[in-house]
């Protein structure tokens, strides 16, 4: 039976090398995938909820409150999360895609599609993220996995631990946003000095 690699970046006797895109890409769909975030969050959940109120009677008032997350605000937790999913990108390039680091980032990116298409057949219209996660993340995270199993890179499959780090990591990153949004706006109240 032939030995493994030496070296992270060197490919499996018989497969592929891993090409750069496999991990750098992840950042890059991130990117752009977010990116339909920050233009479209901002408002939404005050735009959308009559409608959001109709579809789910059931949701308490506050939880609409609490989606409305301002511009600023939307930019610091993506700002935060752009620091999550380079690190898991540059451990990926680092590693060859071994590191499971990098592993569960792109596991929880590709399975984080199907709660935007939910969220979305759940409130019967757009929610944010929405386009680009089947046209996008999905797509991309599949073309990954495919190449980490043509490179010969052993994929660990993602266990519960991992999938329930998502939330975590995305709860964390909206609560130390809103925790800066606090900051600054206490900040902004003090009364300016005298040069």
Known sequence: MPHPPTTYGAAAAGHTPLPA???WGLLAAWALHDAEELITMPGWARRARPRLEAALPAVPGAVWDRLDVSRSH??????LMGIVMAAAAADGARTGGRSPFYQA???GFGLHTVTHLAQSALTRGYTPGV???PLVAAPFSLWAWGRLRRAGVPAAAPGTGSLL???VV??????LASAVE??????????RRRR
Do not use: C, E, K, Y
Request: glycine content about 8%.
């Open 21 to 23: 895109a496999a991990t």
């Open 74 to 79: 939307t930019a610091t937790a993506i700002g």
């Open 105 to 107: 980032a792109l596991a």
């Open 131 to 133: 386009v680009t996660a």
């Open 165 to 167: 780090l998502v939330p």
């Open 170 to 175: 995305l709860g964390s990153v909206h609560g």
């Open 182 to 191: 606090r900051a600054r706006a206490r900040r902004r109240a003090l009364p």
